[in-house]
Nanobody
Framework: QVHLVESGGGLVQPGGSLRLSCEAS????????MGWYRQAPGKQREMVSY???????NYADSVKGRFTVSRDNAKNMVYLQMNSLNPEDTAIYFC?????????WGQGTQVTVSS
């Protein structure tokens, strides 16, 4: 059974940074493309970034240049470094396969950007 656990969220001031982590289990992690997604209040969940098994990366236009996705296959971990955060980045952040697989959704981690 696949299990994804996100961590690292919190409250940060505009312009601040956070690093999100996602630990995966129950899958051959090194063979999976992985993505970060977010859902803001009242909005649909959207893709933020993904990283392929070969470490090619892609970003939503709204975060390009500010966020960096990375992975550590030895630890079954995927990370999202978020810099220059702004209030529009406030959301629950999830990791999942890319494209996402419905049963894999976890609880996510809340990111709140506010002064």
């Amino acid at each position: 059974q696949v299990h994804l656990v996100e961590s690292g969220g919190g409250l940060v001031q505009p312009g601040g940074s956070l690093r999100l982590s996602c630990e995966a289990s129950g899958m051959i992690f090194s063979l999976r493309d992985m993505g970060w997604y977010r859902q803001a209040p009242g909005k649909q969940r959207e893709m933020v970034s993904y990283i392929t098994r070969r470490a090619w990366t892609n970003y939503a236009d709204s975060v390009k240049g500010r966020f960096t996705v990375s992975r550590d296959n030895a630890k079954n971990m995927v990370y999202l470094q978020m810099n220059s955060l702004n209030p529009e980045d406030t959301a629950i952040y999830f990791c999942n396969a890319y494209p996402p697989v419905s049963p894999y959704w976890g609880q996510g981690t809340q990111v709140t950007v506010s002064s």
